[in-house]
């Protein structure tokens, strides 16, 4: 299947830029050279003693300018590079940000192992260079040879052929060998160093394990010896880098030389003037400046390799078989009993796009249009600044000095998104989204009459679900009603099908049988809306580095500071917050580390609140709390969301006393159901399970 | 810069093998200059090429030579940096795994892998590029500055007047734009982060209906953080300007001169040909220093964050001569006394354990239980080992022991933390972990008795299936039963369990228990828990608040007494109506 590349597009949208750094930088290049050739020019042609200094006067005043002139051209060039790199680093993320914004909910299940999003990032990053380190340079340098080879052609074809072959080995032959002999090497020792980094990874995290074992003398010696095979890979790599220089030293000796015997033999035959000699000898060395780096920038294309590949399989479309597959393989190994975690949740993409063409965008944006003069108003900013806001001017704080609110669209962009224009979706090659545009603004046309309900009907109806192909159900036959304000508790292993339980109810997978419906609309056609429906709060709610207020307004960005403030109270962060210095301003901190777990979910029920919608999930909100956190923090959920139906996802059984069903899932379908009552009486398994929770009784 | 090199063992013969290439050269760059310029106004004076063949090999030969020192001044570091980057590596290791798991967490473990391996390599550039250029910064520029004199003393003194005022330019460049990045690193830091930010906020905002509008939040602050990066840019490009710019100046001046004298008649070409050529090498260290003056920054600080922590007080010493004999073993009348003991994590804080009196005999069960924060971990970190009381005793079998820290005492225990943590490895050398000579079939039996075996028989590559981060990630129960498994093949006689279940759902926490209780057969063991069911299956019941040990006694005694047991009991009843 066709997809873009991650490198190409930039380098055509940016072509001007691109263009416009070459040349300042070969303009940098030849500065450099023109100083030393006219100087050399100069001090000969001064040494004849010339009658009138007036014929020295160009050379002195090009010396002058050249010497001048590299040191401003440089510096340019250097910060038009950075400017376009910047440039395309922007698009790059926008680009990766729409690329996985739809798989949202699938992500964490798909990508468990390791931080990838923080490694997608830092790939970004790393591309910078390609063009920095190895593009611009590199391009220069060609310009630069076909320029030097041009103007050497006008005195002398034999001559010039000559030096394109000798610069040749410069720009060409060492940077080829270079690739090829270090390529293998480098391959090698990249694969050892990310070995040995998940080596040492695994061993500081099982600290405690090696330590207690006793065998830690046997970790080092064999991380020592691992440590010596990149070290004589870095060897081998470094010598090369030593013989190369060498060697391209050497062709510059042998440029020197063939540059003053040519010189030489021309001033002989009188062809050319002697005054020439020095400086065709001295232009030689700042000359080869420009071709010597370029072994060393194209030996680093491989390092790339990596950053580009992994980009390149997020946006490829190829990500929908493998995750078929992938899920296909995980559930097969799936079963009964404590089924292998990942099986959960693993995804399908083609599901989820298709439900996510359906659904009115229209209607969302344009309420964020209309709310985005408030919401572009800062907490406690001055009131003229937000009229300007307001008003629809660009946002009235200079970008840098203002504390990048998350979530807080300018409201100048707001209009855009208003014409629907603003959303650039990455269409790269999904079949799921193949029926879009029409369809999509069409129906974005009916949705756009969806009003937030105040109440909602939940009906699951003998729902079945799959993780595609012939795997085995993960959700079999349910039927749940739930009407406004029933709550249920859901409790079973990982793997028993809760997570896909509450996917579907969010309308993230369509069920292969069955039906989830809300209010009677199918819940996978409220697409964008379910938010408006249903809020969630899981067990790591992610905390956004910015101020607390703003992470509360993430509920609903329209919101004013008394609404924050009232939801902060109800969720009793009051005094906490009362006791910061900033108040409602205090950073949050990179993942909310300022704050402990249990102050953490407060602020993320704070905002779920604000959010205010007719259903809350809750996904084991209080799991790794203290049990005395756990219970004030569930006693201040079950206060706060009075009236609201909740599905409460639970691995322990205290509190489910009143609810207002407790359901047992195992392998895809509910085992056991009814009221806590109920079920002390009828199963003696639950009874069994409760003395866990409760095992003493106290009079 | 590099007054702490001088420090680094063997580093005195590297410097000496520096300091004499790098006078060589400096003679063969002098004698370069000097040959080629001969050669060159020898041409230009109309002599024929043949016969100066003589000074165009001396230039050959000279160009050649300074070209081989350079090479050999760069494999000399490089080997001598290779060393001292191993040296320091090993120390590092070594200092990890005496600080233990505490130290791990507190630093993190991103940072301590990020620092053993990029920081050995940024450490090592450092040891490379700084070796060579410490002479060649003061050497080079003086000597060839002394030989333009003798040629020329005007040239001589633009040059020298030159070099300080490029230094206090660059410094003083090199200041204004670090007072700029400083003031703006919160904003920095913030507009950087907002990427990383977002990706991993990526499901949060989907829940809140937000991901879609968060695009153009994210291409806003790309704009800003571009702005911002362009500004900053503007100033720190300025210092290499500075130093493009004096030295293409002062180049140029010397021309300029030059070719006045000459036109005077004050001067002849030869001279004048070897200064324009001395006059760009005599800024060359400069330029160098300056063009890698990040790599030498960064590599610097690395050195010196690895060189904290090797420096840092570690409270356990892995060549520490033990009391107990190397072939101790905790037998059937073994028995363990704490008295007095106390812990202080940090200097200034609070205790976090004080004044603990505990006497443990072979074959008993002891649950500990309090809220969070009662000291609980504390008190299983001491008695695993991990941690050295600040004050009190320990005796083992009647010999007193400053801490439990001995390989000896570690071997005789068993470790199940909340999370056990399972190694990228196979199920098998899992499972093995703690003996890895057990044969297969020991294995089996150890993952039934565990009851993995079910999930064993489901999983493609069975016993040999990767786990861990870097294979197949299993549930937290399943995690639990490979910790289990690794008991069951230990058999090591002491047990001690940090809060082993409470994480779980109810009914893997219930199965789990079972077979828990089934592996304590025997045993001696420590169950530190604020989970109540676990109590009435323990012979003593430590209650623990605020480090202090509460009270001590069995599960009925602790009832009738109607003290902080009966609280805690009391309170969890609380917790359900």
Partial sequence: MRQEGWLKPYIKAHLGRFILIIFLGVLTAAAASMLMFTSGYLISKSALRPENILLVYVPIVGVRTFGISRAVLHYVERLAGHDAVLRIVSRMRVRLYNTLEPDALSLRSQYRTGDILGVLAEDIEQLQNVYLRTAFPGAIAVVMYAAVIAALGRFDGAFALMTAGLLLILLGVLPCVSLLMTARTQERMKQERSRLYQKLTDAVMGLGTWVISGRTRDFLASYEADEARITRADRTLKRWARIRALLGQLVVLGGVLLMMSWSAGKTADGSMSGTLIAAFVLVVFPLMDVFLPVSEAVEKLPRYRNSLDRLNEISSAGREEAAWTAGRAEATATGPGEAVVSAEGADTFGVADATEAVGGVGATEATEASDAAEAARPAHKPPRAAEAARQGYERPVAAVAAPPAHERPGAARGASALAGAGFVKPIAARPGLERPRAAREASALAGAGFVKPTAAHIRLDQVSFSYGGNAEAAVRGITLDIPQGRRIAVIGRSGAGKSTLLGLIQGAFTPDAGAVRINGVAAGELGDHI???????????HLFDTSVANNIRLGRSEASNEEICQAAEQAQLAALIASLSAGYDTPMRETGQRFSGGERQRVALARILLQDTPVVILDEPAVGLDPRTERELMRTIMETTTGKSLIWVTHHLAGTEQMDEIIFMEDGRIEMRGTHEELMERYPRYRKLYQLDRPIPVQ | MGRELLGLRGIRPVMAAMAGLTLIQTLSIILQAKWLAETVSALFAGEPLQEQYGTAVLFLCAFTVRQITVYFQQSIAAKFAELTGARM?????????????RYAGKEGTGNLVTLVLEGVTKFRTYIELLLPRMLAGGFTPVLILGFIYTLDTSSGIILTVTMPILIVFMILVGLAARKQTEGQLKTYKVLSNHFVDSLRGLETLKFLGRSRTHSQSIERVSG???????????????????????????????????????????MVLLPALTV?????????????????????????????????????????????????????????RSSLALSGLSVTHEEGAGPSLEGVDLRLTAGMKIGIIGESGAGKSTLIDVLGGFLRPSAGTVEVDGRMMPSLSETVWRNQTMYIPQQPYIFSSTLEDNVKFYSPGASLDEVKQAVEAAGLGPVVERLPGGYKEMIGGGGRRLSGGQEQRVALA??????????????????????TEYELKAMMLELFEGKTVVLATHRLHWMPDMDVIVVMDHGRVEEVGTHEELLMKQGAYYGLVKEQEEGAA
């Fill in chain 2, 224 to 266: 800003s953080y571009r702005t911002a990066t362009m500004k900053t840019l503007r100033t720190a490009f300025l210092s290499s300007f500075a130093l493009d710019f004096f030295t293409m100046l002062s180049v140029a001046s010397v021309a300029v001169s030059l070719g006045l004298r000459l036109v005077n008649g004050n």
């Fill in chain 2, 486 to 507: 690794r008991a069951f093949l230990s058999d090591r006689p002491v047990i001690l369990l940090d809060e082993p279940t409470a994480h779980l759902d109810i009914e």
């Fill in chain 1, 531 to 541: 938010p408006e429906v249903i809020s969630v709060l899981n067990q790591r709610p």
């Fill in chain 2, 89 to 101: 590596r090993s120390q590092l290791m070594n200092k990890l795994f005496e600080l233990g798991p």
């Fill in chain 2, 276 to 332: 324009l050529i001395l006059a760009p090498e005599y800024f060359l260290p400069v330029r160098m220093v300056g063009a890698d003056f990040h790599a030498t920054l960064d590599g610097k600080e690395a050195g010196e964050a690895m060189q904290a922590i090797i420096n840092s007080h570690s409270s356990e010493e892995l060549n520490e001569k033990g009391v107990l004999e190397p072939g101790y073993s905790w037998s059937d």
